[in-house]
Nanobody, 116 residues
Framework: QVQLVESGGGLVQAGGSLRLSCAAS????????MGWFRQAPGKEREFVAAISWNADDTNYADSVKGRFTISRDNAKNTVYLQMNSLKPEDTVVYYC?????????WGQGTQVTVSS
């Protein structure tokens, strides 16, 4: 079973940037499409971005398209989310997981807070 650890969140002013990291242990990620997801309190977890196993293809939720960029470094077993032009509505906990119906166990997530 894979363990996923998200990091890189924090407090940033609106319009600022953060880079999130998703480090995996217990399994090599190179064979899997991966995604970023986010969840606000009391809301369902929603899709943010995804990247194919070889990084040849990416896709994004409309709400983040043009602002966020997903990438991966399979040698480091890590997936990244570069977040630019952050908005207060991006204030939420961010998670990573494989981009597939059946998910691995979720990590703790990393909190992003965007102030106005």
């Amino acid at each position: 079973q894979v363990q996923l650890v998200e990091s890189g969140g924090g407090l940033v002013q609106a319009g600022g940037s953060l880079r999130l990291s998703c480090a995996a242990s217990g399994r090599t990620l190179s064979s899997y499409a991966m995604g970023w997801f986010r969840q606000a309190p009391g809301k369902e977890r929603e899709f943010v971005a995804a990247i194919s196993w070889n990084a040849d293809d990416t896709n994004y939720a409309d709400s983040v398209k043009g602002r966020f960029t997903i990438s991966r470094d399979n040698a480091k077993n890590t997936v990244y989310l570069q977040m630019n032009s952050l908005k207060p509505e991006d204030t939420v906990v961010y998670y990573c997981n494989r981009q597939y119906r059946v998910k691995w166990d979720w990590g703790q997530g990393t909190q992003v807070t965007v102030s106005s």
